[in-house]
Protein backbone atom coordinates (compact mmCIF):
# COMPACT_ATOMS: atom_id res chain seq x y z
CA UNK A 1 0.00 0.00 0.00
CA UNK A 2 2.83 2.32 0.97
CA UNK A 3 4.51 1.53 -2.22
CA UNK A 4 1.02 2.22 -4.39
CA UNK A 5 0.57 5.89 -2.54
CA UNK A 6 3.95 6.74 -3.58
CA UNK A 7 3.19 5.98 -7.04
CA UNK A 8 0.05 8.23 -7.04
CA UNK A 9 1.87 10.84 -5.25
CA UNK A 10 4.88 10.81 -8.15
CA UNK A 11 2.00 10.66 -10.67
CA UNK A 12 0.19 13.60 -8.66
CA UNK A 13 3.25 15.75 -8.86
CA UNK A 14 4.54 14.85 -12.59
CA UNK A 15 0.83 16.40 -13.57
CA UNK A 16 1.03 18.84 -12.01
CA UNK A 17 4.21 20.69 -12.97
CA UNK A 18 3.02 19.78 -16.56
CA UNK A 19 0.09 21.87 -15.88
CA UNK A 20 1.93 24.31 -14.49
CA UNK A 21 4.43 24.41 -17.41
CA UNK A 22 3.98 22.56 -20.37
CA UNK A 23 6.84 22.94 -22.00
CA UNK A 24 9.28 21.86 -18.48
CA UNK A 25 5.78 19.20 -18.55
CA UNK A 26 6.99 17.63 -22.12
CA UNK A 27 9.74 14.95 -22.75
CA UNK A 28 12.99 16.21 -23.90
CA UNK A 29 14.98 13.95 -26.49
CA UNK A 30 17.89 15.17 -25.28
CA UNK A 31 17.01 13.41 -22.18
CA UNK A 32 15.80 10.15 -22.91
CA UNK A 33 16.48 8.66 -19.28
CA UNK A 34 13.96 10.78 -18.14
CA UNK A 35 11.22 9.63 -20.81
CA UNK A 36 12.19 5.76 -20.27
CA UNK A 37 11.88 6.68 -16.45
CA UNK A 38 8.50 7.85 -16.86
CA UNK A 39 7.56 4.92 -19.06
CA UNK A 40 9.08 2.70 -16.51
CA UNK A 41 6.80 4.48 -14.11
CA UNK A 42 3.69 4.09 -16.04
CA UNK A 43 4.17 0.32 -16.53
CA UNK A 44 4.79 -0.09 -12.58
CA UNK A 45 1.41 1.78 -11.88
CA UNK A 46 -0.37 -0.26 -14.50
CA UNK A 47 0.94 -3.39 -12.67
CA UNK A 48 -0.79 -1.57 -8.93
CA UNK A 49 -4.05 -1.59 -10.65
CA UNK A 50 -4.25 -5.20 -11.10
CA UNK A 51 -3.26 -5.48 -7.45
CA UNK A 52 -5.70 -3.23 -6.48
CA UNK A 53 -8.55 -4.49 -8.62
CA UNK A 54 -7.80 -8.23 -6.49
CA UNK A 55 -7.20 -5.95 -2.90
CA UNK A 56 -10.46 -3.83 -2.98
CA UNK A 57 -13.12 -6.14 -5.51
CA UNK A 58 -13.59 -8.92 -2.81
CA UNK A 59 -16.67 -10.80 -4.86
CA UNK A 60 -14.15 -10.17 -8.21
CA UNK A 61 -11.24 -12.45 -6.28
CA UNK A 62 -13.93 -14.72 -5.00
CA UNK A 63 -14.91 -15.47 -8.75
CA UNK A 64 -11.18 -15.69 -10.02
CA UNK A 65 -10.33 -18.38 -7.10
CA UNK A 66 -13.68 -20.03 -8.50
CA UNK A 67 -12.65 -20.29 -11.91
CA UNK A 68 -8.80 -20.87 -10.84
CA UNK A 69 -10.88 -24.41 -9.45
CA UNK A 70 -12.27 -24.82 -12.93
CA UNK A 71 -9.11 -24.63 -14.30
CA UNK A 72 -7.32 -27.17 -12.47
CA UNK A 73 -9.83 -29.63 -12.69
CA UNK A 74 -10.88 -28.93 -16.26
CA UNK A 75 -6.56 -29.96 -16.96
CA UNK A 76 -6.68 -33.07 -15.37
CA UNK A 77 -10.20 -34.11 -16.57
CA UNK A 78 -9.00 -32.90 -20.78
CA UNK A 79 -5.85 -35.46 -20.02
CA UNK A 80 -7.90 -38.20 -18.62
CA UNK A 81 -10.53 -38.02 -21.12
CA UNK A 82 -8.07 -38.49 -23.72
CA UNK A 83 -6.02 -41.25 -21.85
CA UNK A 84 -9.10 -43.11 -20.99
CA UNK A 85 -10.37 -42.97 -24.98
CA UNK A 86 -6.67 -44.12 -25.67
CA UNK A 87 -7.28 -47.09 -23.72
CA UNK A 88 -10.39 -48.13 -25.01
CA UNK A 89 -9.65 -47.40 -27.97
CA UNK A 90 -5.97 -46.93 -29.21
CA UNK A 91 -4.23 -45.65 -32.02
CA UNK A 92 -7.94 -43.86 -33.22
CA UNK A 93 -7.68 -40.12 -34.46
CA UNK A 94 -11.57 -40.75 -35.05
CA UNK A 95 -12.44 -41.60 -31.66
CA UNK A 96 -10.05 -38.80 -30.29
CA UNK A 97 -11.91 -36.32 -32.97
CA UNK A 98 -15.56 -37.50 -31.87
CA UNK A 99 -14.32 -36.88 -27.86
CA UNK A 100 -13.77 -33.36 -29.16
CA UNK A 101 -16.75 -33.24 -30.97
CA UNK A 102 -19.60 -34.41 -28.55
CA UNK A 103 -17.29 -31.51 -26.08
CA UNK A 104 -18.44 -29.15 -28.66
CA UNK A 105 -21.60 -30.09 -30.61
CA UNK A 106 -24.19 -29.54 -27.31
CA UNK A 107 -23.07 -25.73 -27.84
CA UNK A 108 -25.43 -25.89 -30.22
CA UNK A 109 -28.38 -26.79 -28.43
CA UNK A 110 -27.60 -25.81 -24.74
CA UNK A 111 -25.15 -22.54 -25.13
CA UNK A 112 -28.55 -20.18 -25.99
CA UNK A 113 -30.29 -21.97 -23.12
CA UNK A 114 -28.07 -20.91 -21.37
CA UNK A 115 -27.78 -17.32 -22.11
CA UNK A 116 -31.06 -16.81 -21.41
CA UNK A 117 -30.77 -18.18 -18.22
CA UNK A 118 -27.98 -16.01 -17.10
CA UNK A 119 -30.40 -13.01 -18.29
CA UNK A 120 -33.46 -14.06 -16.04
CA UNK A 121 -31.71 -15.37 -12.95
CA UNK A 122 -28.90 -14.65 -10.78
CA UNK A 123 -25.90 -15.64 -12.33
CA UNK A 124 -23.89 -16.10 -9.24
CA UNK A 125 -26.58 -18.81 -7.65
CA UNK A 126 -26.85 -20.01 -11.06
CA UNK A 127 -22.85 -21.08 -11.17
CA UNK A 128 -23.27 -22.40 -7.82
CA UNK A 129 -25.52 -24.90 -8.91
CA UNK A 130 -23.99 -26.21 -11.64
CA UNK A 131 -20.97 -26.69 -9.76
CA UNK A 132 -22.70 -28.87 -7.53
CA UNK A 133 -24.09 -31.14 -10.74
CA UNK A 134 -20.74 -31.09 -12.29
CA UNK A 135 -19.07 -32.09 -9.18
CA UNK A 136 -21.23 -35.44 -9.28
CA UNK A 137 -21.12 -36.02 -13.36
CA UNK A 138 -17.51 -36.06 -13.41
CA UNK A 139 -17.51 -39.15 -11.22
CA UNK A 140 -19.35 -41.15 -13.83
CA UNK A 141 -16.07 -41.39 -16.34
CA UNK A 142 -14.89 -43.61 -13.21
CA UNK A 143 -17.72 -45.95 -13.74
CA UNK A 144 -17.59 -45.33 -17.78
CA UNK A 145 -13.97 -46.84 -17.31
CA UNK A 146 -14.18 -49.26 -15.13
CA UNK A 147 -16.96 -50.90 -17.49
CA UNK A 148 -14.46 -50.76 -20.61
CA UNK A 149 -16.97 -49.09 -22.44
CA UNK A 150 -16.59 -46.13 -24.74
CA UNK A 151 -20.01 -45.60 -25.28
CA UNK A 152 -20.64 -44.90 -21.50
CA UNK A 153 -17.76 -42.81 -21.54
CA UNK A 154 -18.77 -40.36 -24.74
CA UNK A 155 -21.96 -40.58 -22.93
CA UNK A 156 -21.03 -39.01 -19.63
CA UNK A 157 -18.46 -36.90 -21.94
CA UNK A 158 -21.65 -35.67 -23.55
CA UNK A 159 -23.73 -35.05 -20.19
CA UNK A 160 -20.79 -32.81 -18.99
CA UNK A 161 -20.52 -30.68 -21.93
CA UNK A 162 -24.33 -29.96 -21.76
CA UNK A 163 -23.76 -28.69 -18.47
CA UNK A 164 -20.21 -26.89 -19.55
CA UNK A 165 -22.46 -25.02 -22.60
CA UNK A 166 -25.22 -23.62 -20.14
CA UNK A 167 -22.34 -22.53 -17.43
CA UNK A 168 -20.42 -21.02 -19.67
CA UNK A 169 -22.67 -17.62 -20.65
CA UNK A 170 -23.33 -17.81 -16.77
CA UNK A 171 -20.11 -17.65 -15.97
CA UNK A 172 -18.78 -14.78 -18.56
CA UNK A 173 -21.62 -12.67 -18.36
CA UNK A 174 -21.69 -12.48 -14.65
CA UNK A 175 -17.67 -10.05 -15.03
CA UNK A 176 -19.22 -7.24 -16.20
CA UNK A 177 -21.65 -7.29 -13.21
CA UNK A 178 -18.94 -7.98 -10.85
CA UNK A 179 -16.41 -5.50 -12.54
CA UNK A 180 -18.08 -2.63 -14.14
CA UNK A 181 -15.94 0.12 -14.83
CA UNK A 182 -14.32 -0.54 -17.94
CA UNK A 183 -10.66 -0.33 -17.70
CA UNK A 184 -10.84 -2.65 -14.47
CA UNK A 185 -13.18 -4.63 -16.88
CA UNK A 186 -10.19 -5.29 -19.32
CA UNK A 187 -7.61 -6.20 -16.16
CA UNK A 188 -10.52 -8.80 -14.88
CA UNK A 189 -10.47 -10.13 -18.96
CA UNK A 190 -6.93 -10.20 -18.61
CA UNK A 191 -6.64 -12.07 -15.36
CA UNK A 192 -9.11 -14.39 -16.17
CA UNK A 193 -7.01 -15.26 -18.94
CA UNK A 194 -3.50 -15.09 -17.06
CA UNK A 195 -5.26 -17.30 -14.62
CA UNK A 196 -6.42 -20.11 -17.15
CA UNK A 197 -3.29 -20.01 -19.51
CA UNK A 198 -0.93 -20.44 -16.00
CA UNK A 199 -3.07 -22.91 -14.79
CA UNK A 200 -3.18 -24.81 -18.28
CA UNK A 201 1.18 -24.54 -18.59
CA UNK A 202 1.60 -26.14 -14.59
CA UNK A 203 -1.50 -28.43 -14.69
CA UNK A 204 -1.07 -29.55 -18.41
CA UNK A 205 1.74 -31.46 -17.13
CA UNK A 206 0.93 -32.03 -13.54
CA UNK A 207 -1.82 -33.96 -14.82
CA UNK A 208 -0.04 -35.54 -17.70
CA UNK A 209 2.47 -37.19 -14.66
CA UNK A 210 -0.93 -37.80 -12.43
CA UNK A 211 -2.37 -39.65 -15.21
CA UNK A 212 0.98 -42.07 -15.66
CA UNK A 213 1.33 -42.31 -11.46
CA UNK A 214 -1.63 -42.07 -9.80
CA UNK A 215 -3.75 -43.02 -12.70
CA UNK A 216 -6.64 -41.42 -14.66
CA UNK A 217 -9.21 -42.10 -12.10
CA UNK A 218 -7.63 -39.89 -9.85
CA UNK A 219 -7.59 -37.21 -12.04
CA UNK A 220 -11.39 -37.68 -12.43
CA UNK A 221 -11.86 -37.31 -8.66
CA UNK A 222 -9.83 -34.23 -8.62
CA UNK A 223 -11.72 -32.75 -11.06
CA UNK A 224 -15.03 -33.29 -8.78
CA UNK A 225 -13.25 -31.92 -5.96
CA UNK A 226 -12.35 -28.84 -7.86
CA UNK A 227 -15.98 -28.82 -8.65
CA UNK A 228 -17.24 -28.82 -5.31
CA UNK A 229 -14.51 -25.97 -4.24
CA UNK A 230 -15.75 -23.74 -6.95
CA UNK A 231 -19.19 -23.80 -5.52
CA UNK A 232 -18.04 -23.39 -2.20
CA UNK A 233 -16.48 -20.64 -3.08
CA UNK A 234 -18.92 -18.62 -4.80
CA UNK A 235 -21.52 -19.22 -2.34
CA UNK A 236 -19.20 -16.69 -0.37
CA UNK A 237 -20.15 -13.44 -2.58
CA UNK A 238 -22.07 -11.30 -1.96
CA UNK A 239 -24.94 -9.31 -3.63
CA UNK A 240 -27.73 -10.35 -6.59
CA UNK A 241 -26.51 -10.95 -9.87
CA UNK A 242 -30.10 -10.70 -11.54
CA UNK A 243 -30.11 -8.55 -14.47
CA UNK A 244 -34.26 -9.71 -15.55
CA UNK A 245 -34.95 -6.89 -13.61
CA UNK A 246 -33.55 -4.51 -16.10
CA UNK A 247 -34.67 -5.98 -19.15
CA UNK A 248 -37.94 -5.65 -20.82
CA UNK A 249 -39.31 -8.54 -19.36
CA UNK A 250 -40.57 -6.68 -16.50
CA UNK A 251 -43.97 -5.73 -18.10
CA UNK A 252 -44.48 -9.50 -18.76
CA UNK A 253 -44.09 -11.15 -15.35
CA UNK A 254 -45.67 -13.92 -16.36
CA UNK A 255 -43.44 -14.73 -18.77
CA UNK A 256 -41.04 -17.61 -17.32
CA UNK A 257 -43.71 -19.52 -16.67
CA UNK A 258 -44.20 -20.03 -20.39
CA UNK A 259 -40.41 -21.28 -21.38
CA UNK A 260 -40.90 -21.98 -24.99
CA UNK A 261 -42.35 -18.55 -25.90
CA UNK A 262 -39.91 -16.88 -23.52
CA UNK A 263 -37.34 -18.71 -25.32
CA UNK A 264 -38.54 -17.90 -29.26
CA UNK A 265 -38.75 -14.21 -27.77
CA UNK A 266 -35.71 -13.96 -26.40
CA UNK A 267 -33.79 -15.43 -29.60
CA UNK A 268 -35.69 -13.02 -31.41
CA UNK A 269 -34.67 -10.05 -29.46
CA UNK A 270 -30.95 -11.84 -29.89
CA UNK A 271 -31.26 -11.88 -33.57
CA UNK A 272 -32.52 -8.38 -34.17
CA UNK A 273 -29.86 -6.97 -31.81
CA UNK A 274 -27.01 -8.31 -33.52
CA UNK A 275 -28.69 -7.60 -37.07
CA UNK A 276 -29.49 -4.19 -36.16
CA UNK A 277 -26.19 -3.00 -34.52
CA UNK A 278 -23.04 -2.00 -35.70
CA UNK A 279 -20.80 -4.38 -34.32
CA UNK A 280 -22.85 -7.46 -34.81
CA UNK A 281 -20.40 -9.72 -37.08
CA UNK A 282 -18.00 -9.65 -34.36
CA UNK A 283 -20.17 -12.72 -32.97
CA UNK A 284 -18.03 -14.49 -36.04
CA UNK A 285 -14.45 -13.13 -35.07
CA UNK A 286 -14.07 -16.18 -32.53
CA UNK A 287 -15.45 -18.70 -34.66
CA UNK A 288 -12.77 -17.80 -37.28
CA UNK A 289 -10.31 -18.64 -34.80
CA UNK A 290 -11.78 -21.90 -33.75
CA UNK A 291 -11.75 -23.11 -37.13
CA UNK A 292 -7.59 -22.19 -37.73
CA UNK A 293 -6.89 -23.83 -34.02
CA UNK A 294 -9.80 -26.68 -34.37
CA UNK A 295 -7.61 -29.45 -35.52
CA UNK A 296 -5.08 -29.08 -32.68
CA UNK A 297 -6.36 -31.58 -30.16
CA UNK A 298 -6.30 -34.37 -32.56
CA UNK A 299 -2.83 -33.51 -33.78
CA UNK A 300 -1.52 -32.82 -29.92
CA UNK A 301 -2.56 -36.20 -29.25
CA UNK A 302 -0.80 -37.65 -32.75
CA UNK A 303 2.42 -35.84 -31.19
CA UNK A 304 2.26 -37.07 -28.10
CA UNK A 305 1.59 -40.64 -28.68
CA UNK A 306 3.83 -43.53 -27.96
CA UNK A 307 2.64 -46.68 -29.73
CA UNK A 308 1.87 -49.48 -26.24
CA UNK A 309 3.51 -47.19 -23.43
CA UNK A 310 0.56 -45.20 -21.68
CA UNK A 311 2.65 -43.82 -18.85
CA UNK A 312 4.63 -41.94 -21.59
CA UNK A 313 2.49 -40.92 -23.53
CA UNK A 314 0.51 -39.32 -21.15
CA UNK A 315 3.41 -37.03 -19.98
CA UNK A 316 3.88 -36.25 -23.14
CA UNK A 317 0.21 -35.15 -23.75
CA UNK A 318 1.11 -32.91 -20.36
CA UNK A 319 3.74 -31.90 -21.78
CA UNK A 320 2.58 -30.26 -25.22
CA UNK A 321 -0.37 -28.90 -23.04
CA UNK A 322 1.92 -27.24 -20.80
CA UNK A 323 3.05 -25.30 -24.27
CA UNK A 324 -0.14 -24.26 -25.01
CA UNK A 325 -0.92 -22.75 -21.75
CA UNK A 326 2.70 -21.07 -22.19
CA UNK A 327 1.65 -19.19 -25.06
CA UNK A 328 -1.74 -18.68 -24.02
CA UNK A 329 -0.45 -16.85 -20.93
CA UNK A 330 2.01 -14.35 -22.98
CA UNK A 331 -0.72 -13.66 -25.86
CA UNK A 332 -2.87 -11.52 -23.42
CA UNK A 333 -0.12 -9.76 -21.70
CA UNK A 334 1.87 -8.72 -24.74
CA UNK A 335 -1.42 -6.96 -26.54
CA UNK A 336 -2.52 -5.29 -23.21
CA UNK A 337 0.39 -3.08 -24.14
CA UNK A 338 -0.98 -1.98 -28.08
CA UNK A 339 -5.07 -2.21 -27.32
CA UNK A 340 -7.02 0.70 -25.69
CA UNK A 341 -10.98 -0.36 -24.23
CA UNK A 342 -11.59 2.91 -25.21
CA UNK A 343 -11.09 2.22 -28.94
CA UNK A 344 -11.88 -1.27 -29.54
CA UNK A 345 -10.75 -0.72 -33.12
CA UNK A 346 -7.57 -1.56 -31.75
CA UNK A 347 -8.75 -4.57 -30.01
CA UNK A 348 -10.43 -5.47 -32.87
CA UNK A 349 -6.66 -5.23 -34.72
CA UNK A 350 -4.58 -7.19 -32.03
CA UNK A 351 -7.21 -10.31 -33.16
CA UNK A 352 -6.51 -9.90 -37.06
CA UNK A 353 -2.88 -9.91 -35.95
CA UNK A 354 -3.24 -12.70 -33.66
CA UNK A 355 -4.86 -14.54 -37.04
CA UNK A 356 -1.38 -14.29 -38.90
CA UNK A 357 0.40 -15.55 -35.76
CA UNK A 358 -1.29 -18.68 -35.45
CA UNK A 359 -0.86 -18.76 -39.05
CA UNK A 360 2.81 -18.48 -38.52
CA UNK A 361 2.78 -21.54 -35.55
CA UNK A 362 0.74 -23.64 -37.75
CA UNK A 363 3.78 -23.43 -40.36
CA UNK A 364 6.45 -23.83 -37.94
CA UNK A 365 4.69 -27.02 -37.00
CA UNK A 366 4.17 -28.77 -40.39
CA UNK A 367 7.83 -28.20 -40.95
CA UNK A 368 8.99 -29.25 -37.03
CA UNK A 369 9.44 -33.20 -37.31
CA UNK A 370 10.90 -33.39 -33.69
CA UNK A 371 8.40 -33.45 -30.50
CA UNK A 372 10.23 -30.49 -28.57
CA UNK A 373 10.41 -28.05 -32.24
CA UNK A 374 6.81 -28.83 -32.24
CA UNK A 375 6.26 -27.62 -28.77
CA UNK A 376 7.71 -24.48 -29.54
CA UNK A 377 5.48 -23.76 -32.61
CA UNK A 378 2.51 -25.02 -30.07
CA UNK A 379 3.46 -21.74 -28.09
CA UNK A 380 3.41 -19.84 -31.01
CA UNK A 381 0.49 -20.95 -32.31
CA UNK A 382 -1.30 -19.89 -28.95
CA UNK A 383 -0.06 -17.16 -28.32
CA UNK A 384 -2.43 -16.22 -30.97
CA UNK A 385 -5.09 -17.58 -30.45
CA UNK A 386 -5.47 -16.51 -26.70
CA UNK A 387 -5.34 -12.97 -27.97
CA UNK A 388 -8.38 -13.85 -30.30
CA UNK A 389 -10.16 -16.14 -27.40
CA UNK A 390 -9.55 -12.94 -24.39
CA UNK A 391 -10.11 -9.83 -26.90
CA UNK A 392 -13.32 -11.04 -29.03
CA UNK A 393 -14.90 -11.93 -25.97
CA UNK A 394 -13.70 -8.46 -24.21
CA UNK A 395 -15.45 -6.53 -27.22
CA UNK A 396 -18.51 -8.12 -26.67
CA UNK A 397 -18.59 -7.82 -23.20
CA UNK A 398 -17.64 -3.73 -23.90
CA UNK A 399 -19.98 -3.08 -26.52
CA UNK A 400 -22.97 -4.82 -25.44
CA UNK A 401 -26.06 -3.92 -23.52
CA UNK A 402 -26.35 -5.59 -20.51
CA UNK A 403 -29.88 -6.81 -20.62
CA UNK A 404 -29.04 -8.60 -23.96
CA UNK A 405 -24.90 -9.71 -23.34
CA UNK A 406 -25.67 -13.29 -21.73
CA UNK A 407 -27.82 -14.15 -25.05
CA UNK A 408 -25.04 -12.37 -27.35
CA UNK A 409 -22.21 -14.85 -25.68
CA UNK A 410 -24.07 -17.46 -26.17
CA UNK A 411 -24.33 -17.40 -29.48
CA UNK A 412 -20.59 -16.20 -29.71
CA UNK A 413 -20.09 -19.39 -27.67
CA UNK A 414 -22.11 -21.57 -30.12
CA UNK A 415 -20.65 -20.82 -33.24
CA UNK A 416 -16.97 -20.79 -32.01
CA UNK A 417 -17.71 -24.57 -30.62
CA UNK A 418 -19.25 -25.73 -33.77
CA UNK A 419 -16.79 -24.43 -36.19
CA UNK A 420 -13.96 -26.38 -33.50
CA UNK A 421 -16.15 -29.52 -33.80
CA UNK A 422 -16.87 -29.43 -37.37
CA UNK A 423 -12.72 -29.20 -37.88
CA UNK A 424 -11.88 -31.55 -35.27
CA UNK A 425 -14.05 -34.35 -36.91
CA UNK A 426 -12.69 -33.16 -40.33
CA UNK A 427 -8.93 -33.65 -39.07
CA UNK A 428 -9.58 -36.99 -36.99
CA UNK A 429 -11.64 -38.45 -40.61
CA UNK A 430 -8.32 -37.34 -42.46
CA UNK A 431 -5.50 -38.46 -40.29
CA UNK A 432 -7.26 -41.82 -40.58
CA UNK A 433 -7.35 -41.67 -44.21
CA UNK A 434 -4.16 -41.49 -44.81
CA UNK A 435 -3.28 -37.53 -44.67
CA UNK A 436 -0.07 -36.94 -42.61
CA UNK A 437 0.15 -34.21 -39.89
CA UNK A 438 2.02 -31.94 -41.45
CA UNK A 439 -0.41 -31.42 -44.39
CA UNK A 440 -3.07 -30.90 -41.83
CA UNK A 441 -1.27 -28.52 -40.58
CA UNK A 442 -0.43 -26.72 -43.31
CA UNK A 443 -4.63 -26.66 -43.69
CA UNK A 444 -4.89 -24.93 -40.69
CA UNK A 445 -2.77 -22.15 -41.51
CA UNK A 446 -4.60 -21.73 -44.98
CA UNK A 447 -7.40 -21.03 -42.81
CA UNK A 448 -6.09 -18.95 -40.08
CA UNK A 449 -4.13 -17.03 -43.43
CA UNK A 450 -7.66 -16.81 -45.08
CA UNK A 451 -9.87 -15.67 -42.22
CA UNK A 452 -6.74 -13.19 -41.75
CA UNK A 453 -7.35 -11.38 -44.97
CA UNK A 454 -10.92 -11.46 -44.74
CA UNK A 455 -11.17 -9.68 -41.50
CA UNK A 456 -7.87 -7.43 -42.33
CA UNK A 457 -10.53 -6.15 -45.45
CA UNK A 458 -13.86 -5.72 -43.02
CA UNK A 459 -11.44 -3.78 -40.60
CA UNK A 460 -10.32 -1.63 -43.49
CA UNK A 461 -13.93 -0.48 -44.18
CA UNK A 462 -14.18 0.19 -40.60
CA UNK A 463 -16.54 -2.96 -39.96
CA UNK A 464 -16.84 -3.95 -36.61
CA UNK A 465 -15.65 -2.36 -33.77
CA UNK A 466 -13.49 -0.31 -36.55
CA UNK A 467 -16.90 1.89 -36.58
CA UNK A 468 -15.76 5.49 -36.13
CA UNK A 469 -18.87 5.59 -33.63
CA UNK A 470 -17.52 3.38 -31.62
CA UNK A 471 -14.03 4.66 -31.22
CA UNK A 472 -14.58 8.50 -29.71
CA UNK A 473 -12.29 10.12 -27.02
CA UNK A 474 -14.84 9.33 -24.61
CA UNK A 475 -15.45 5.96 -23.55
CA UNK A 476 -18.30 4.26 -25.92
CA UNK A 477 -21.35 3.05 -23.68
CA UNK A 478 -22.84 -0.28 -24.53
CA UNK A 479 -25.48 -0.60 -27.14
CA UNK A 480 -28.69 -0.65 -26.30
CA UNK A 481 -30.39 -0.79 -29.40
CA UNK A 482 -33.89 0.75 -27.94
CA UNK A 483 -34.18 -3.09 -26.36
CA UNK A 484 -37.43 -2.05 -24.30
CA UNK A 485 -39.11 0.13 -26.97
CA UNK A 486 -38.26 -2.11 -30.48
CA UNK A 487 -38.55 -5.60 -28.79
CA UNK A 488 -41.86 -5.35 -27.46
Known sequence: RNSMARLRIGWNRTNAAAAANPNEGAPDVTKPGDNSERCAFVHSLAFWEYIRL?????????????????????????????????????????????????????????????GIIADSFDRRRTMIMFDSIGAVTVLFNIVALHAKSITALYSVSLLRACLSSIYHPVTTAIVPLIVPESEDLKRAVTLNSLVWSSVIALGGITAGYAGALIGIEACFA???????????????????????AKGPSDNQPDSLMKPIVTFFQMTRELIIYIWTCSFGVLVFLKMSGSITWGSADVLNVSFSRIEGDEAASSKRLGMITSAVGFGCMLGPIVSNFFTDINKPKTIQLACIVALAIMMIGWIGISMMHTFYGRCFFTSVRTFG??????????????????????RVLAMENILSHVGEAIVALIAGHLEDNYYTNEEIAKGAAIAGGTFCVMWLINFMYEGGAANKNLNKSESPEPISNNLHVEFK
Open 54 to 114: LRVNRDYRLYLCSHICQFVGGSFAHIANILAVERLNPGSSTSIATLVAIKMLPTIFFSSFG
Open 222 to 244: IDSVAYLISAIVMSLAKGSYNVA
Open 385 to 406: SAIIWVNSTLLLQKLTSEEILG
